[in-house]
Each structure stands twice: as C-alpha cells, then as structure tokens.
C-alpha cells in the first residue's frame, strides 16, 4: 500500500493571520526554524502561503527606487500583501509519490496538508521527503 502524505508531514504546523507584519513573521520563521509559513484568514482557512525567500528577497524590491531599506524588514507591510495565494496543496489522502512529483514540477519546498474539510493539518516540506527516502534506503538494505 502506497505511503500517505500523512505518515511523514509535521502535523505541528505553525501559522499567521494575513495582518501579521513582515518582520514579526520574519522573527516567527526564524524562531520556530521553518521556512514556509501558512497564511490563514479569520475562520481560519489557507488563503496563501510565506516562505523565507519571499522575506529575504521581496519581488517588489526590483521595483522600489530605493532598495536600502529592503532588508529593514518592517511591520509597514503584512503577509497578505506578500503571500503567495496560488498555493499548492496536497490532502491527507495523497501519497508521498504524487508530494514528490508535484513539489518537483511545481519547484516549491513545501505543502500544505488540508483534510477533507479543507482544514489546514499538516505541512510537508522536502526535508520531511528525505526522511522518507531515508526510512525507504534502511528498509531495502535490511531486506
């Protein structure tokens, strides 16, 4: 029977609400060591998702006229207007071969994991993809 998505993602999943400043979010990422921060509304639904390329290098950067004070990450500005809101998504259904296959087209590092209510529980990231190869290598060298 195929691994499920479930087996392997960390259900701990640490989250913000769109009106979190950019450098609270920063400092949240940098304390809980995650990289890829879940965006919620007030029901508490996935409306869009942070990862810490986004904090490190904003895309309006290239647009402001006077990038010195990117780096001074401010609470000026929320998640919401950063977010990424085209997230991809994977359910506790999913087997870890359609997270690889979709974080390899897709080129992104982690998934949400929403239930069959839609509800955000679990995130998977690639690190979470290598424990998995790794318990798969130890399993076919002891047999």
């Not at 960390?10 to 769109?18: D, E, G, L, N, R």
């Not at 998504?89 to 209510?117: F, N, W």
């Amino acid at each position: 029977m195929p691994t499920k998505v479930t087996e392997y993602m960390s259900a701990k999943v640490i989250s913000a609400k769109k009106d979190v400043g950019l450098r609270e979010a920063f400092f949240l990422m940098r304390e809980k060591k995650i990289r890829h921060l879940p965006i919620v509304d007030e029901s508490g639904l996935l409306v869009g998702i942070v990862s810490d390329r986004e904090l490190r290098r904003p895309n309006w950067v290239d647009e402001a006229p006077d990038i010195a004070h990117v780096y001074n990450l401010s609470d000026d500005l929320c998640v919401a207007d950063i977010m990424n809101k085209n997230v991809f998504c994977l359910h506790t259904y999913d087997t870890l071969s359609k997270a690889v296959k979709m974080l390899l087209e897709q080129r992104i590092g982690a998934a949400p994991i929403l239930d069959k209510t839609g509800a955000l529980v679990g995130m998977l990231s690639a690190v979470d993809l290598l424990h998995a190869l790794n318990d798969l290598l130890d399993m076919q060298k002891n047999n």
